[in-house]
């Protein structure tokens, strides 16, 4: 109830508002309402588009990091297993361990270190060293390499494929230098009780240039997460210790949602090694944040030039339309007026020129009215004479036909008979009559006619009683007829009459035969 009571209070307050206010609302509503409306729909598409857009190309980024990792896991893996499996290397092993003492031996070495030279070149690796362990346990390298033997048993373990073991991220085996690489290692199996290896690490401060130049959208820490889920590698050891596992994290720390310190995304090796990028949720929120108020001062801005466009339309359609009413008001109260001032606006000086027209068609009409009136009543008076005068004439030709009758004058009674007949007919005031009381006329005036000229007059009538009583225009007739006698048959001769009915059409025939 309290819901109709609202609507018709508004319908009301619509009702008798001024044109004025109507334009006011109107302008508003198609002024904000839609940059509202497309306001809100654009900055949730916008942002949902600039949050995937964010999330997409951390993604990506992370994506082509682990890539470029498995292509350097992959080479060194194919390296180790050509040394390992090839019949090339696998001979000159066997050849040195059959022969570890003479001349032979140095040149087998020399070999060894030629074709381990050719592999870390061609494929961009270093410290490639193969080496064994001697009775008593100590390391021995079979290549010239610049391998600090203490570090040739690496950690942190990495993952495992085939019989390749992944190490790292961990300090190079090469002496007197300090960067980060991966490496492996790998067992060769030789005839005897010999343990013989091959260790492979990337190349100089490779990992290093790759850890550098991976470059992310915004910034992040990476972590390494080996086989066993525990981290090999942090750039920020605040989230989380090296050989740490990725569950340690507290949940409230890590994810997408609501309350979250990072936000987390991963990427997965073939190994079953991880890659994880953490993102503060202040850096990932602060280029969100800084198109929001990108957005908001465009918004203010479109806002304020819909403000202005409005202003200037609700100044030229309001101030043209007070003029316009104003000039209405002069034009309608001075009678004087010929011309008007124009308003600048193309529709409203037509309509006022038509306005002057119409009141000008108007006063004409009233002064035609005015006269009008004038003469009808004069010919109200002129009427009342022209009925006294044929009322006279009717009762004097009723007059003259008695005296005829008395006086035995049967040609001049049938004569004054007919034309009373005739002019009573004519004086009627109906515009209409029927075929038969025409047909009664046009007799009468025959028979008038014939007392003058030798006339023979003939009908031929074929219709039923029916169409006899058929409406038609009065005078209709009289006029042909005398046409034929003045102008036919010029006064003497014959005229027929014939009338009949085809096809519920009347046709009406008047045949003089005259010269």
Known sequence: MERMVVMLNWKAYWSRNSFKNRIMIMLFLITFVPIF?????????FMSILEDKL???LQ???????????????????????????????RELSLYFDNQTG?????????????????????????????YYDKSGKIRLLNTSMADLSRLSPSPFFFRKGSILFYGPHRTASSNNDYLVVSTTQRVNLSGNV??????????????????????????YQLLLNSKNQVVYTQNRDIIGLHATLDAIPKKFTGRGDGRTYYTFSESGSGGWKLVLFVPVGVYNSDLTIWTYRFALIAVLSLMLSALFSVLIWIMIFNPIKRFNRQLRQIVVNNAITDVEKISVSEFDEYLKQFLKMKSHILLLMEAVKKETQQKS?????????????????????????????????????MTSSLIKLLYYNLQSEEESTLMSELSAIREYMLLQQSKYELEFVEH?????ELMKVKMPKFILQPLLENAI?????????????????????????IDFGC
């Not at 001349?103 to 060293?129: A, H, K, P």
Request: charged share 20%.
């Open 55 to 57: 999330s997409l190309g």
């Open 103 to 131: 001349y032979g031996s140095t040149e087998i070495m020399n070999r060894l270190d030629q074709q381990v030279s050719l592999l870390e070149f061609t494929n961009n690796l270093n410290c490639i060293s193969i080496y």
């Open 195 to 220: 343990r013989l290896y091959v260790y492979a690490e990337t190349a100089y401060k490779q990992l290093n240039r790759l850890l550098q130049e991976q470059k992310y959208p915004i910034k992040g």
């Open 37 to 45: 409306s497309i306001g809100l729909i654009s900055y949730n598409t």
């Open 378 to 414: 004069m010919l109200e008076v002129q009427q009342l004479f022209y009925k006294i005068n044929p009322h006279f004439l009717l009762n004097t030709l009723d007059t003259l036909r008695w005296q005829a009758k008395l006086k035995n004058e049967p040609e001049l009674v049938n």
């Open 60 to 90: 990506n980024n992370l994506a082509q990091f682990r890539m470029n990792l498995e292509n350097n896991f992959g080479i060194l893996g194919n390296t180790s297993n050509f040394i390992a499996y090839t019949d090339q290397f696998g």
């Open 461 to 465: 009538i074929e219709l039923d009683s």
């Open 486 to 510: 003045f102008h036919g048959i010029e006064g003497n001769g014959r005229i027929e009459l014939n009338i009949e009915s085809t096809a519920g059409i009347i046709i009406i025939r008047i």
